[in-house]
């Protein structure tokens, strides 16, 4: 089991973890480095065990506040996806509705001058045909 030395507050400690895991401790000593540096600067020299403590209650805090911001940003996605579950049903339901629209057609109306000259075309026309037949019909 690998040693690994680590520097918190300006003490150093040796801590054993297990092979691989070198880099995932020193990044959590840094954090812890960091709040203990930061309450020496404020309170002053303490004892090692109350400032390992009070670094850890720091960082226990931050985490805290870090894993309700993701609860909540977990909550907003969910939230968003059944929106967007909705939306795209409503778009593929509106994509198989058939929508029937009735369109006027205009039929222009025929003038009745136009109409008169047409009935009187076609009688005269008969009769013309009539006359035809009648001479067609004494000659043979």
Excluded: W, Y
């Excluded at 691989?20 to 309170?43: K, V």
């Excluded at 004892?47 to 911001?69: C, F, N």
């Amino acid at each position: 089991m690998p040693q690994v030395e680590i520097m918190i507050g300006g003490r150093s400690f040796e801590v054993a973890c297990q092979e691989g895991e070198e880099p995932f401790l020193r990044s959590a000593a840094h954090l812890l480095d960091t709040e203990a540096n930061s309450l020496s600067s404020q309170i002053g020299r303490m004892p090692e065990a109350r400032m390992l403590l009070m670094a850890g209650l720091l960082l226990a805090d931050k985490t805290a506040g870090l894993e309700e911001r993701l609860k909540d940003a977990e909550a907003q996605l969910a939230e968003m996806a059944t929106r967007l579950t909705a939306a795209e049903q409503v778009t593929t339901v509106v994509e198989r509705v058939e929508i029937a629209v009735e369109v006027p057609v205009e039929v222009e109306v025929i003038p009745a001058e136009l109409s008169d000259l047409v009935v009187m075309m076609v009688e005269r026309t008969e009769a013309l045909a009539e006359q035809i037949a009648a001479k067609a019909a004494g000659v043979a």
